[in-house]
């Protein structure tokens, strides 16, 4: 078998990394730390535009978002790295640790809440409000998690194992839009009230805007995405073997 052989039967197998490597360490750290920071992030809700400005005859919407969607999409972009070049099983431990340090995070503010407050302490009840609503953005943020990640992981490689090495754009679109369809419509389903969405319209407008921001930005990322995946299955020694 010539070398040229070699190489395309090589792109026609289903290849993972051993997970047991620096690389897959620092990508499993980042991924927890954009998890609990994005669940913070979470509790303020965040509105574009008043609904009183207009272009021409056009009226403005009011936007409505929250702040974990300034990194929450970085996690998906992690998990779309972790599982294809680790595969399912790395994807799924990731999503578990992740899973592990949410709750962690919200048990040590649970617990600081109810320690008392020094005499100079005037943020008490600011603080409350912020943990109890972080308690209900961390049900929403996990149960949506969990659901979107397992899908967006599990397309990911499912789709690799028919097309092998070939295509990774569309399994990095494909399977973003289906976790992220999951994710975004379970997260503002639980959490659109702690944060002030209380109507129809407005929680159709939180579901659209979010789905479309976090899909845009993992789509105008994709070729670092790209690049980042090229440059792993190259450095990781055990991913052709």
């Given at each position: 078998?010539?070398?040229?052989?070699?190489?395309?039967?090589?792109?026609?197998?289903?290849?993972?990394?051993?997970?047991?490597?620096?690389?897959f360490d620092v990508l499993?750290?980042?991924?927890?730390?954009?998890?609990?920071?994005?669940n913070i992030a979470a509790?303020?809700?965040?509105?574009?535009?008043?609904?009183?400005?207009?272009?021409?005859?056009?009226?403005?919407?009011?936007?409505?978002?929250?702040?974990?969607?300034?990194?929450?999409?970085?996690?998906?972009?992690?998990?779309?790295?972790?599982?294809?070049?680790?595969?399912?099983?790395?994807?799924?431990?990731?999503?578990?640790?992740?899973?592990?340090?949410?709750?962690?995070?919200?048990?040590?503010?649970?617990?600081?809440?109810?320690?008392?407050?020094?005499?100079?302490?005037?943020?008490?009840?600011?603080?409350?409000?912020?943990?109890?609503?972080?308690?209900?953005?961390?049900?929403?943020?996990?149960?949506?998690?969990?659901?979107?990640?397992?899908?967006?992981?599990?397309?990911?490689?499912?789709?690799?194992?028919?097309?092998?090495?070939?295509?990774?754009?569309?399994?990095?679109?494909?399977?973003?839009?289906?976790?992220?369809?999951?994710?975004?419509?379970?997260?503002?389903?639980?959490?659109?009230?702690?944060?002030?969405?209380?109507?129809?319209?407005?929680?159709?407008?939180?579901?659209?805007?979010?789905?479309?921001?976090?899909?845009?930005?993992?789509?105008?990322?994709?070729?670092?995405?790209?690049?980042?995946?090229?440059?792993?299955?190259?450095?990781?020694?055990?991913?052709?073997?």
């Amino acid at each position: 078998m010539s070398s040229a052989d070699t190489a395309d039967h090589r792109t026609r197998e289903v290849h993972f990394a051993s997970r047991g490597s620096s690389y897959f360490d620092v990508l499993l750290a980042v991924f927890c730390v954009v998890l609990v920071v994005s669940n913070i992030a979470a509790t303020k809700g965040t509105q574009f535009f008043s609904g009183d400005v207009s272009i021409g005859p056009v009226q403005i919407l009011p936007v409505f978002s929250d702040g974990g969607a300034v990194l929450f999409p970085l996690a998906y972009i992690i998990g779309d790295v972790i599982s294809e070049v680790y595969g399912l099983r790395a994807a799924r431990r990731a999503i578990l640790v992740g899973f592990g340090t949410a709750i962690l995070t919200f048990l040590t503010f649970l617990a600081v809440m109810k320690l008392p407050s020094a005499e100079f302490y005037d943020n008490q009840a600011a603080f409350e409000s912020v943990v109890w609503s972080g308690g209900q953005i961390v049900a929403a943020s996990l149960v949506a998690y969990v659901v979107g990640q397992f899908l967006n992981s599990y397309v990911l490689v499912r789709m690799k194992a028919r097309s092998a090495e070939p295509g990774l754009w569309r399994r990095l679109a494909g399977s973003t839009g289906v976790g992220e369809a999951a994710d975004t419509f379970i997260f503002c389903a639980i959490a659109a009230s702690a944060i002030g969405i209380t109507t129809g319209g407005q929680f159709l407008n939180y579901v659209v805007v979010g789905f479309v921001f976090k899909c845009a930005v993992e789509l105008l990322v994709m070729p670092v995405t790209m690049i980042v995946i090229r440059i792993l299955k190259q450095r990781e020694p055990s991913y052709w073997s």
